[in-house]
C-alpha cells in the first residue's frame, strides 16, 4: 500500500503530471488573489470609525477609551484565534451600535484574566476599562463599578482613577469622586505627568466649586492652566495640548464670573474663544472643537449679557446655536451634542424674554425642554440631565407665570422642586443642587403669594432663605449665593408686609438691600446687580411710606430711579429695566403727590404710563404689563375730575374685566376690580 502511495506521489511531480500540477496550482492562487482583491478583510482603522459613527460621535474623554476598547477586541481576536467568531459578531453588532456582545466578550476575558494570576492584573484592568467604556453609554451604575475594578486590579494606571471619579459625580457620589481625584492627583505628581497632574488639579477644582470653595476652586484651575501651559509650550503646534489650554481658560473664567470680576471673566472666556476658533480654522470638519466653539460663544453671551449687551450677547448664543444645530443634524444620535443644543435654546430664550418676545422665548425654552426630556429618559440616572430639566421646568414656568397663567407655572415648578430635592437627597454636599432646590422654593412660594396663601408663600420663602444661609456661610465670595440671599430676604419681607408687620418687613428689606449695595461695590458694571440694587431701593422707599416718612421714601425712590434710567440708556431693549422705571416713575409720582406737588406728580405718571403702553403694545398676552397699565389709569384718575377722571377708570376696567373673564387675572389684583367701580360710583 506505502509502495502505491510513493508511485503515484512520484508520478505527480514528473512529466505532464508535474506541469498540470503546477498549472492548478497557479490558477488557484490567481483565483484566491482575484477574491482578496473583491472581498478585502475589513481594515480595522475604517471598521472604529463604522462603529464610532454608529455609536454616535462623542467627546474625546468618551471617545478615547471606546478606541481603545475596539483595539482590545482585535487583539484579544489575534491572539485567542477560538473567539474570532464571537467577536467578529461583536464588531458586526457595534457597527450596529449594538454593544451587548462586545461587552459578553471583554466581560468574559476580564474573569479569564482574573483567574490567570496577579501577572494578569494589569491586562485584567485595561479589560474592566474597555468594558465600562461600553457600558457607560447606557448604564452608569454598572459603569461605575466596572472603573472601580479597573482601580483595583492596576492602581498604577491613572485613566482609571480619573473616569472613576467622572463616573462617580454624574451617578451623584461626589465623595467617592473626590477620593479618587486626588489619589489621581497624588499618583499623577509622583510620576511626573505634567498633563494628568493639570487634570487632577481641573478635576479637584470642579469639586471644590460644587462643594462652596470658589477661592480653592480658582486656585486649582489657575494651577492647571499654569501646568498647561508649561505642557503646550513644549509643542505648540500640538492641537491636543491647545484645546486643553483652552478649556482651562474657560475655566477659570467661570470662577471670575461667580466671584464677581466680570472683567476678568470675559478675558479669560476670550482667551479660550481665541484658541478654540484657531483650531477650528485649522480643521473645519473637527466637530468636537467645533462643539468647543460652541460653548466659548455661550461664555461670552453670558458676560455680554450680565454687562447689560443684550444684542452682543445674543448675537454670541445665536452664533454657538447654529454651530451646535449643525452638529446635530450630522448626528441626531450625539448625546453632548442634543444636550448643548437644548443649552443653547435656553440662552436665547432669555434674550427674547429680556427683550419683550414672550412668544420666541415660550418656544424656545420648550424646544430645550423637548431634548432634555428625551435625554433623561435614555438615562435616568445622569445627574447633569436631570438638572437640566429641572431648569427648564422653572423657564416654562416662569412663561406661565408672565402670561396669567399660574395653575400651569405652579405646576412647572413643582415638577422642578420634586428633582431637585431627589437630587439633593443623592448627595447634599453638592451646592449647585442645594441652589437649585433653593430656587424651587421661592418660584413656588411666588406662586403661592399671587394666589393669596400667604402662609404656604412664607413656608415656601424661608425654606428659600435657609438654604442660601447655609451656602454664603460655606463661601461668602460666592457672588450668586450673596444675589440669592438677597432676593429671598426681599421675598420674605413680602409676606410680612402683606401680613402687616411692617417692622419685619423693613428689616428684610434693608438686609436684602445691605447686600446688593457691596455686590456693585464689586463690580459696578454688573447690570443685573444694579438692577436688584434699584428695586431693593423701592422696596426700602416703601416701607417708608407707609412708616410715615415721606422723605426718606423719596430719596429711595429716586435712587432707584436714577439706576433704572441708566440701566434703560445702556440697552433700550430690555423690557424688565423698562418696567422697572415705569414703576419707578409711578412711586416717585406718588410721593410728589403726597407732597402736593400736582404738576410733578402728574409728570411722573405719564412718564411711567407712556412705557407701560409701548410694553403692552409689544407684548399683548403679558399679564403682569397689563396690571401695570391699569395702575397708571388709576393714578392719572386720581390726577382728574368728572369725565376724565371717568375715562381713565373705565379703561382700566376694560383691560381687567377680560383678564377675570379669561381666568388670568393673579389673585393678588382680583381685587381692583370692585374698588374701581366703586370709585366710578363715588
Not at 474625546?60 to 487583539?75: H, M, S, W
Not at 460663544?297 to 458676560?303: L, Y
Not at 432634555?372 to 407665570?401: A, I, S, Y
Amino acid at each position: 500500500m506505502s509502495h502505491r502511495i510513493q508511485e503515484t506521489i512520484t508520478a505527480l511531480f514528473s512529466g505532464e503530471s508535474l506541469q498540470r500540477l503546477l498549472f492548478i496550482v497557479a490558477l488557484l492562487g490567481t483565483l484566491f488573489a482575484i477574491f482578496i482583491y473583491v472581498n478585502p478583510p475589513p481594515d480595522d482603522e475604517t471598521t472604529k470609525g463604522e462603529i464610532i459613527d454608529a455609536l454616535g460621535e462623542i467627546p474625546p474623554e468618551e471617545r478615547e477609551p471606546l478606541l481603545v476598547a475596539i483595539d482590545a477586541l482585535y487583539e484579544i481576536r489575534r491572539e485567542e484565534p477560538d473567539k474570532a467568531k464571537a467577536i467578529d459578531k461583536a464588531l458586526a453588532l457595534l457597527k450596529q451600535g449594538d454593544t451587548t456582545e462586545a461587552e459578553g466578550v471583554l466581560r468574559s476575558h476580564l474573569e479569564e484574566k482574573k483567574r490567570a494570576g496577579r501577572e494578569a492584573l494589569r491586562e485584567a484592568a485595561a479589560a474592566a476599562r474597555h468594558l465600562a467604556a461600553f457600558v457607560y453609554l447606557h448604564d452608569t451604575p454598572r459603569a461605575l463599578e466596572s472603573y472601580r475594578e479597573a482601580t483595583r486590579l492596576d492602581p498604577e494606571e491613572l485613566d482609571s482613577w480619573l473616569e472613576l471619579g467622572r463616573v462617580a459625580l454624574r451617578a451623584g457620589d461626589s465623595g467617592e469622586a473626590l477620593a479618587a481625584f486626588r489619589e489621581l492627583h497624588r499618583r499623577a505628581r509622583e510620576q511626573g505627568n505634567i498633563r494628568w497632574r493639570a487634570i487632577a488639579h481641573s478635576q479637584l477644582g470642579d469639586l471644590d466649586n460644587l462643594r462652596g470653595d470658589s477661592a480653592g476652586a480658582l486656585d486649582r484651575y489657575q494651577r492647571a492652566q499654569r501646568l498647561l501651559a508649561q505642557w503646550a509650550a513644549q509643542e505648540p503646534n500640538d492641537p491636543q495640548r491647545q484645546q486643553d489650554l483652552s478649556v482651562s481658560h474657560n475655566k477659570v473664567g467661570n470662577m471670575h464670573k461667580a466671584n464677581g470680576d466680570g472683567a476678568k471673566a470675559l478675558a479669560a472666556y476670550q482667551q479660550g474663544l481665541s484658541i478654540t476658533r484657531k483650531l477650528t480654522e485649522m480643521d473645519p470638519k473637527n466637530t468636537q472643537w467645533q462643539h468647543d466653539l460652541s460653548v466659548s460663544f455661550d461664555r461670552v453671551g453670558d458676560i455680554y449679557r450680565a454687562n447689560g449687551d443684550s444684542a452682543k450677547a445674543l448675537a454670541a448664543y445665536q452664533q454657538g446655536l447654529s454651530i451646535t444645530r449643525k452638529l446635530t443634524e450630522m448626528d441626531p444620535k450625539n448625546t453632548q451634542w442634543q444636550w448643548g443644543l437644548s443649552v443653547s435654546h435656553n440662552k436665547v430664550g432669555d434674550i427674547y424674554l429680556a427683550n419683550g418676545d414672550s412668544a420666541k422665548a415660550l418656544a424656545a425654552y420648550q424646544r430645550g425642554l423637548l431634548i432634555d426630556k428625551k435625554l433623561t429618559e435614555m438615562d435616568p440616572k445622569n445627574t447633569e440631565w436631570q438638572r437640566g430639566l429641572l431648569v427648564f421646568h422653572n423657564k416654562v414656568g416662569d412663561m406661565h407665570k408672565a402670561n396669567g397663567d399660574g395653575a400651569k407655572a405652579l405646576a412647572a415648578y413643582q415638577q422642578g422642586l420634586v428633582i431637585a430635592r431627589k437630587l439633593t437627597e443623592m448627595d447634599p454636599k453638592n451646592t449647585e443642587w442645594q441652589r437649585d432646590l433653593s430656587v424651587s422654593h421661592s418660584k413656588v412660594g411666588d406662586i403661592y403669594l399671587a394666589n393669596g396663601d400667604g402662609a404656604r408663600a412664607l413656608a415656601a420663602y424661608q425654606q428659600g432663605l435657609s438654604i442660601a444661609k447655609k451656602l454664603t456661610e460655606m463661601d461668602p465670595k460666592n457672588t450668586l449665593w450673596q444675589r440669592d440671599l438677597s432676593a429671598s430676604h426681599n421675598q420674605v419681607g413680602d409676606i410680612y408686609l402683606a401680613n402687616g408687620d411692617d417692622a419685619k418687613a423693613l428689616a428684610a428689606y434693608q438686609q436684602g438691600l445691605s447686600i446688593t449695595r457691596k455686590l456693585t461695590e464689586m463690580d459696578t458694571k454688573n447690570a443685573d446687580w444694579r438692577r436688584d440694587l434699584s428695586v431693593s431701593f423701592g422696596r426700602v422707599g416703601d416701607m417708608h411710606k407707609t412708616n410715615g416718612d415721606g422723605a426718606k421714601a423719596l430719596a429711595a425712590y429716586q435712587q432707584g430711579l436714577v439706576i433704572a434710567r441708566k440701566l434703560t440708556e445702556m440697552d433700550p431693549k430690555n423690557t424688565l429695566w423698562q418696567r422697572d422705571l415705569s414703576v419707578s416713575h409711578h412711586k416717585v409720582g406718588d410721593m410728589h403727590k403726597d407732597n402736593g406737588d400736582n404738576a410733578k406728580a402728574l409728570a411722573a405718571y405719564q412718564q411711567g404710563l407712556s412705557i407701560a403702553r409701548k410694553l403692552t403694545e409689544m407684548d399683548p398676552l403679558r399679564v403682569e404689563w397689563k396690571t401695570d397699565v391699569v395702575a397708571s389709569y388709576v393714578r392719572m384718575a386720581d390726577m382728574e375730575t368728572d369725565k376724565a377722571r371717568t375715562d381713565w377708570l373705565e379703561r382700566a376696567l376694560s383691560i381687567l374685566a377680560p383678564l377675570a373673564e379669561e381666568g388670568r387675572l393673579p389673585a393678588a389684583q382680583a381685587g381692583w376690580i370692585p374698588v374701581i367701580k366703586g370709585m366710578l360710583a363715588d
